[in-house]
């Protein structure tokens, strides 16, 4: 079956570092964009990062443009989030989540991991 692990999460200062990790199985993973998302108490769930198949493109919400980088291990059928100077605004769960390349839609996740920033 289809599987996304994330993990990597935790309780961070302002201005530290987490690296998440989304280790994927049960899919041709080279066949897939992948994409990181957050949702924070309150607030909607928001597109963080993605990054394609092919690796040719890479796509990040302003707010975290500069700060996080999204790449991928085939050998590992992982995906990572690096993420650098945090801020408590980032503080949400972050999730992994799968599309097709030829798809619209991402249609597997995963259960998401915590990020805590603190001030």
């Known amino acids: 079956e289809v599987q996304l692990v994330e993990s990597g999460g935790g309780l961070v200062q302002a201005g530290g570092s987490l690296r998440l990790s989304c280790v994927t199985s049960?899919?041709?993973?080279?066949?897939?964009?992948i994409a990181w998302f957050r949702q924070a108490p309150g607030k909607e769930r928001e597109a963080v990062s993605c990054?394609?198949?092919?690796?040719?493109?890479?796509e990040y919400v302003d707010s975290v443009k500069g700060r996080f980088t999204i790449s991928r291990d085939s050998s590992k059928n992982t995906a990572y989030l690096q993420m650098n100077d945090l801020k408590p605004e980032d503080t949400a769960v972050y999730y992994c989540?799968?599309?097709?390349?030829?798809?619209?839609?991402?249609?597997?996740w995963g259960q998401g991991t915590q990020v805590t920033v603190s001030s």
């Open positions: 989540a799968t599309k097709r390349s030829s798809g619209s839609n991402f249609g597997n």
């Open positions: 049960g899919f041709p993973f080279d066949d897939y964009s």
């Open positions: 990054i394609s198949a092919s690796r040719r493109s890479a």
